[in-house]
């Protein structure tokens, strides 16, 4: 089936990024010129997808006018991850979605990637990591989680990893989630101890989904997208666009 609708997690003020978020929600910090969510409306129509949602929760009125539907998590600033995705339960029942944070940039060729992958719940993630991370920190390791996958499919994540070969490739914060898909996220919520619920994050349900035995299909990427957490981050990846050589440059064609 044809993926055509998106789901983006954008109900958070992103407190790291301080007095650039005091007015807005994190998904409106401007990175190369244009807000992160104008980068993502336009990656993912390029993709195909017609119908795009987004999950609000710190200034949402901030949000309306968008030409998406908009989902609101009244609880926002208590919840995480999963809780604001579940606030979109209503779409994410209904046929093949791609959910997305807000505060990623990324090519709609990885996009298309994903939604062209099998199974019923699938995550892209990064084998160029090294030089994504590299380019925010000192020590890229020191902020990196454990991903081994085989054959295509994830079989670790979210661990502190020891040496560069417990990391396969880091998740970026894209899934592609069939409406079963969407079933066996939510019986993974409901097993989860409700006290709980409002911390669990999108890599702790992964970890969960493992445990249930359930299969969490792997699409490899090489850079062509970025993340946003701090201002430290903006600054850097200013700096590496500049060069015009960088493999994380959303902007231009990367092979993958």
Not at 2 to 16: C, D, E, H, P, Y
Not at 36 to 63: C, E, F, K, M
Not at 229 to 239: G, I, K, N, T
Request: charged letters at 25%; aromatic letters at 8%; a negative charge.
């Amino acid at each position: 089936m044809k993926v055509t609708q998106a789901v983006i997690l954008a109900a958070g003020r992103g407190s790291r990024l301080g007095d650039l978020t005091e007015a807005k929600p994190k998904c409106l910090t401007e990175l190369a010129g244009r807000t992160l969510l104008a980068w993502q409306l336009d990656a993912l129509r390029a993709a195909g997808i017609a119908d795009i949602a987004i999950v609000t929760g710190y200034r949402p009125n901030l949000l309306e006018g968008m030409g998406c539907t908009t989902f609101h998590n009244h609880r926002w600033d208590k919840t995480n991850m999963v809780a604001s995705a579940a606030c979109a339960g209503a779409w994410l029942e209904r046929r093949d979605t791609i959910i997305a944070y807000s505060d990623i940039v990324y090519r709609p060729q990885i996009v298309r990637a994903l939604a062209e992958s099998p199974g019923d719940v699938a995550i892209t993630y990064d084998r160029d990591w090294h030089a994504l991370w590299s380019a925010r920190l000192d020590d890229p390791l020191s902020d990196a989680e454990t991903f081994r996958e085989v054959g295509g499919r994830l079989v670790e994540i979210g661990d502190r990893p020891r040496t560069l070969q417990d990391v396969h490739g880091q998740y970026m914060g894209l899934l592609r989630v069939t409406p079963r898909g969407w079933q066996t996220i939510k019986d993974a919520w409901d097993f989860t101890p409700p006290e709980r619920h409002d911390r669990l994050d999108m890599t702790g349900l992964l970890r969960q989904l493992l445990a249930r035995g359930a299969r969490v299909r792997t699409v490899p990427i090489d850079g062509g997208w970025c993340e946003v957490d701090s201002p430290q981050d903006l600054a850097s990846y200013e700096r590496a666009l500049a060069t015009g050589t960088w493999s994380h440059d959303w902007r231009e064609p990367v092979g993958f």
